[in-house]
Every structure is written in C-alpha cells, then in structure tokens.
C-alpha cells in the first residue's frame, strides 16, 4: 500500500493508527512527559510521510519508524539538555521530583527514580537499556534500529545496568 500511489495515504493512515501506541511509549521512555512525547511522536511521523520513499522495504516498516521516533526524541532530550544548562529555573528541581508532579505519570517514587536514573544514562547507553529492558527487543532489532553492533548493545546494555544499580545504591 505505501509503494502504490493510489492508497499511498490510506496506507500510511492505517500504519499510524497500527504503530502510534508503541512509538509513543518508546518515546515516552526517552523523553519523559506525555505533552513532550506526543510532540516528538508527531514529528517524527511527519518526517516518516516526508520520507516515505526512502522506505525501502529491507526492513520491517516498525522498526524503520522506531529509527526515526528514537532519533526525533534523542534530538529533543539534546535540545532540552542545553535549555537546562541555559536555565536555572528547574535546576534543584530533580527529575524524580518532576516526574511525581506530572499529571500523566502513573508510577511510584521508586518508579520516578528510576527514570531519573536512566535519564542519567549517555544516550546510547539510556536508548539500548529501554528497548531491552521495557520493550524487550532483541539485540537484533535493535541493531537494526540503531545501527551498532550486538557486541556493542550488548556491552551498552552492561554498563547500563551497572550505573542504574550504582544510582540506587547512592540513593539509599
């Protein structure tokens, strides 16, 4: 339906209305708040329509909008980081405290540091640790979507997991 003019649209409506859930969440997982991910899911979805051609169907359709949702919401947390370092408004504000007070965040403090702790995370390290540990990809896919190596997720995947486990431990 993407390759054929004539549905061209109506396929790529239904590849929205089938994909939008999970690239939302991957976002989500990288950005952090409801408004934030929405924006970020959206640009990206623009930039999937402005592309379209370059799909070229080696890979499955997910996984090439997962490359680009991800890299739109890397992007944006780039962004963010650099408004922070600019601002001091939300400086002693920390990520947990933040997460907490946002109306669409249902998890519990552990949960919100947590997230902290992944946000802490250089950006390889924080992406390959949320599509292993949240959406449970294999190291294959995320190979794909990435592309890095296995043996290099791999070891992203470990120093992850140590900095989070080192992150609790000084928050005890």
């Given at each position: 339906?993407?390759?054929?003019?004539?549905?061209?649209?109506?396929?790529?409506?239904?590849?929205?209305?089938?994909?939008?859930?999970?690239?939302?969440?991957?976002?989500?997982?990288?950005?952090?708040?409801?408004?934030?991910?929405?924006?970020?899911?959206?640009?990206?979805?623009?930039?999937?329509?402005?592309?379209?051609?370059?799909?070229?169907?080696?890979?499955?359709?997910?996984?090439?909008?997962?490359?680009i949702?991800?890299?739109e919401?890397?992007?944006?947390?780039?962004?963010?980081?650099?408004?922070?370092?600019?601002?001091?408004?939300?400086?002693?504000?920390?990520?947990?405290?933040?997460?907490m007070?946002?109306?669409?965040?249902?998890?519990?403090?552990?949960?919100?540091?947590?997230?902290?702790?992944?946000?802490?995370?250089?950006?390889?390290q924080?992406?390959?640790?949320?599509?292993?540990?949240?959406?449970?990809?294999?190291?294959?896919?995320?190979?794909?979507?990435?592309?890095?190596?296995?043996?290099?997720?791999?070891?992203?995947?470990?120093?992850?997991?140590?900095?989070?486990?080192?992150?609790?431990?000084?928050?005890?």
């Amino acid at each position: 339906m993407l390759k054929n003019p004539a549905t061209l649209r109506r396929g790529f409506e239904s590849m929205v209305r089938q994909y939008s859930e999970q690239l939302y969440w991957q976002v989500r997982r990288i950005v952090l708040t409801h408004e934030d991910s929405n924006d970020v899911v959206q640009n990206a979805l623009l930039k999937a329509w402005s592309n379209i051609d370059s799909f070229k169907g080696d890979s499955k359709i997910i996984t090439w909008l997962s490359r680009i949702a991800i890299n739109e919401a890397l992007d944006f947390t780039r962004r963010q980081k650099n408004r922070l370092t600019l601002s001091t408004d939300d400086e002693d504000l920390g990520l947990a405290t933040r997460l907490m007070a946002d109306d669409y965040f249902d998890g519990d403090e552990t949960e919100a540091q947590l997230q902290e702790a992944i946000a802490s995370l250089p950006d390889v390290q924080r992406t390959v640790f949320q599509l292993r540990y949240y959406d449970e990809m294999k190291y294959s896919d995320i190979s794909r979507i990435l592309g890095t190596s296995e043996g290099g997720l791999k070891a992203s995947y470990h120093h992850a997991v140590k900095k989070i486990t080192e992150f609790f431990h000084r928050h005890d």
